[in-house]
């Protein structure tokens, strides 16, 4: 739409260079307006998604071995996460060689984060996708030990991330995870739910409202995969909305919104 807008105003005014001009000015705002910050050229995005898959799962790697050994569970975990992704053969064998490169003895995992925040660290959304996968990825096995949490606190942090920050979306990210499936059966379902959206008991129809629309253009695929998250990563991203599509509904019930 501004494409158009910036070519026809552009040539009135300017002519031929005027329209041209008007045609990258309209084709920024376009992209702004339908993925958000971060959004990239499509020229650049290849680049991107090639740093944020080898970022993944190098570092889940890593995070298996926080621990000193890799269990059968964890292997397991690894590869229903990439089952779960739909994940094309060639990629699939790119993310278990990197799995394995990330779970080596030793293995100094700054200078791949320093890579991603290079490439991607001006998008928010990469950023915290990238956490979200890790947390996710260590409460596969349904618990959460202190080498594993020391791990994502280390990788939280050099992404830019807070004790506080961290701390909140590691406990948002938990407990959306209680809403796996679209089931809401627990004795404390409405207490998660709330957790899961960030908000409170205490908080208003209106910002509960506010922070599900947050977290849902947060997941949206569109937005995501325009600023260069790889589209078999899409899948996992659908998944967690779905949660917090579960934990909403569960909270309008319960207010009668």
């Known amino acids: 739409m501004f494409k158009i807008i910036g070519v026809l105003l552009g040539y009135y005014l300017f002519g031929i ?35 944020f898959l080898e970022t993944v799962f190098i570092s889940m790697g890593k995070l298996a071995k926080a621990d000193g050994h890799i269990s059968q569970d964890e292997i397991t975990h690894v590869e229903d996460f990439m089952q779960k992704l739909g994940m094309s053969s060639e990629h699939r064998q790119l993310a278990i060689a990197l799995f394995k490169q990330g779970s080596a003895p030793d293995f100094d995992i700054k200078p791949k984060l320093n890579e991603f925040m290079s490439v991607c660290g001006h998008t928010h959304s990469l950023k915290q996708m990238l956490l979200i996968y890790l947390i996710v990825m260590a409460l596969a096995d349904g618990r959460l030990d202190a080498a594993e949490e020391g791990l994502l606190r280390d990788v939280a942090l050099h992404l830019g991330y807070d004790q506080l920050a961290f701390r909140q979306l590691l406990d948002m990210v938990l407990n959306q995870s209680h809403f796996a499936g679209g089931q809401a059966t627990s004795p404390t379902a409405l207490d998660d739910a709330y957790k899961a959206l960030g908000v409170t008991r205490e908080s208003s129809d209106q910002e509960i409202k506010r922070a599900y629309r947050k977290l849902m253009s947060q997941y949206h695929p569109d937005k995501l995969m325009g600023q260069g998250l790889p589209e078999d990563m899409i899948a996992m991203a659908t998944a967690q909305a779905q949660e917090v599509q579960t934990a909403y509904d569960l909270i309008k019930k319960s207010r009668n919104m």
């Not at 910050?37 to 290849?46: M, V």
């Open 17 to 51: 260079f005027g329209a041209f001009l008007g045609y990258i000015v309209g084709s920024f705002i376009d992209r702004y307006r339908a993925y958000g910050a971060g959004a990239i050229n499509p020229l650049t995005s290849a680049h991107r998604q090639k740093v």
